[in-house]
T-cell receptor, first 111, second 114 residues
Framework: RKEVEQDPGPFNVPEGATVAFNCTYS??????FFWYRQDCRKEPKLLMS???SGNEDGRFTAQLNRASQYISLLIRDSKLSDSATYLC????????????FGRGTSLIVHP | DVKVTQSSRYLVKRTGEKVFLECVQD?????MFWYRQDPGLGLRLIYF???????EKGDIPEGYSVSREKKERFSLILESASTNQTSMYLC?????????????FGEGSWLTVV
């Protein structure tokens, strides 16, 4: 089983739709979780951290389920500009912080 | 804003050449990383460093080495470039941001080995 797994998609949704991505991780001792966004041929950029209690930033909501070892990202009222690849990042537990990336989920928002 | 600078953005090298990829960060971060990103494979960790003169192998270190002589600079070295090292290379620096520990990436170095 891969350390961090994501459905590669693509998720093809109309503007205004709500879309959700999940990411599963294998190491139950992992401590830190993030969602990054990556545009085509650009570097990844932090979208949001994921906190145990769940957190929201505008149209974006992130949640963590430790029991089932997954994190999720919900995007409401999708915009064309949300089209990108969304990367799940989990720190690799064991003392030092080693960020491990999922392969990303591709989102295409169409008019 | 944190700045991670990869000075070489686009390179074309011949098989067998030695290649240096430089990365500099301006936030006094201790942790730095080198990844490569390939279609369908995501980001794979090559090497990382938690301090000056310290280096640790990541998941795919074969064919690469690194140098960290100064805290702000972390260099990736391809001793003898091969065509399977054609990729996008991403340097990252990790430190405290408004959301806790945050990874900041450089813009990437696109390497083609012919």
């Amino acid at each position: 089983r891969k350390e961090v797994e994501q459905d590669p998609g693509p998720f093809n949704v109309p503007e205004g739709a709500t879309v959700a991505f999940n990411c599963t991780y294998s190491n139950s001792a992992s401590q830190s979780f993030f969602w990054y966004r990556q545009d085509c041929r650009k570097e990844p950029k932090l979208l949001m951290s994921v906190y145990s209690s769940g957190n929201e930033d505008g149209r974006f909501t992130a949640q963590l389920n430790r029991a089932s070892q997954y994190i999720s990202l919900l995007i409401r009222d999708s915009k064309l500009s949300d089209s990108a690849t969304y990367l799940c990042v989990v720190n690799r537990a064991g003392g030092s912080y080693i960020p491990t990336f999922g392969r990303g989920t591709s989102l295409i928002v169409h008019p | 804003d944190v700045k991670v600078t990869q000075s070489s953005r686009y390179l074309v090298k011949r098989t067998g050449e030695k290649v240096f990829l430089e990365c500099v960060q301006d936030m006094d971060h201790e942790n730095m990383f080198w990844y490569r990103q390939d279609p369908g494979l995501g980001l794979r960790l090559i090497y990382f460093s938690y301090d000056v003169k310290m280096k640790e192998k990541g998941d795919i270190p074969e064919g690469y080495s690194v140098s960290r002589e100064k805290k702000e600079r972390f260099s990736l070295i391809l001793e003898s470039a091969s065509t399977n090292q054609t990729s996008m290379y991403l340097c990252a620096s990790e430190g405290q941001g408004s959301s806790g520990n945050t990874i900041y990436f450089g813009e990437g170095s696109w390497l083609t080995v012919v």
